[in-house]
């Protein structure tokens, strides 16, 4: 059985750091592509990053620059470093993926963990 | 970047019912467009993807068309468990990105 779990949310204060975990389980975080989704509190699902099978990684404009995805195959985890984090940034970020042998959308989720960024 | 905008933006049915969101995209994404319903406090849940394929799991009434930059879900006799919000997606070009969702309620 597929399950994500993301771990590593809290309050920060503007401008600081933080980085998410996502810990997959019932398939390998390389076989296909796996991402960063987001949702303010209330508000509506936003794309923030991807990371492809073979390793190229895409973000949303919003976060080009301050974010960065990673996964580590041998800990079959996601990660997603944010840096110079703003109020905007606060939302529920969830990690999604694909059916490796059929993909197309995000088959799968996780729990989401929630950031909130203020003084 | 792809601006998906999906009307209405509430809707509000009696069970039995039959509903239609429809999803427009500002430039043609082909039939890389997929359909999620988030419950309340749950995770989205892929309902269609590239436009009219089904996801095993899925009731049948759930189902999609389109191609281009006109899309639609239709949701044939409606449910109680329906009472959702309904996002658009599309996986054509980078950056990804959403519509703003429907809310379907039920009367």
């Known amino acids: 059985e597929v399950q994500l779990v993301e771990t590593g949310g809290g309050l920060i204060q503007p401008g600081g750091s933080l980085r998410l975990s996502c810990a997959a389980s019932?398939?390998?975080?390389?076989?296909?592509?796996i991402s960063w989704v987001r949702q303010a509190p209330g508000k509506g699902l936003e794309w923030v990053s991807v990371i492809y099978r073979g390793g190229s990684t895409y973000y949303a404009d919003s976060v080009k620059g301050r974010f960065s995805i990673s996964r580590d195959i041998s800990k079959n985890t996601l990660y997603l470093q944010m840096n110079s984090l703003r109020v905007e940034d606060t939302a529920v970020y969830y990690c999604?993926?694909?059916?490796?042998?059929?993909?197309?959308?995000?088959?799968?989720w996780g729990q989401g963990t929630l950031i909130t960024v203020c003084s | 970047e792809i601006v998906l905008t999906q009307s209405p933006d509430f809707q509000s049915v009696t069970p039995k019912e039959k509903v239609t969101i429809t999803c427009r995209a500002s430039q043609s994404i082909g039939t890389s467009l997929h359909w999620y319903q988030q419950r309340p406090d749950q995770s989205p849940k892929l309902l269609i993807k590239?436009?009219?394929q089904s996801i095993s799991g899925v009731p049948s009434r759930f189902s999609g068309s389109g191609s281009g930059t006109d899309f639609t879900l239709t949701i044939n006799s409606l449910e109680a468990e329906d009472a959702a919000a309904y996002y658009c997606?599309?996986?054509?070009?980078?950056?990804?990105?959403f519509g703003q969702g429907t809310k379907v309620e039920i009367k």
């Open positions: 999604a993926t694909t059916r490796p042998e059929d993909p197309g959308g995000f088959d799968y």
């Open positions: 019932g398939f390998i975080v390389s076989s296909n592509y």
């Open positions: 590239y436009a009219s």
């Open positions: 997606h599309q996986s054509s070009s980078f950056p990804w990105t």
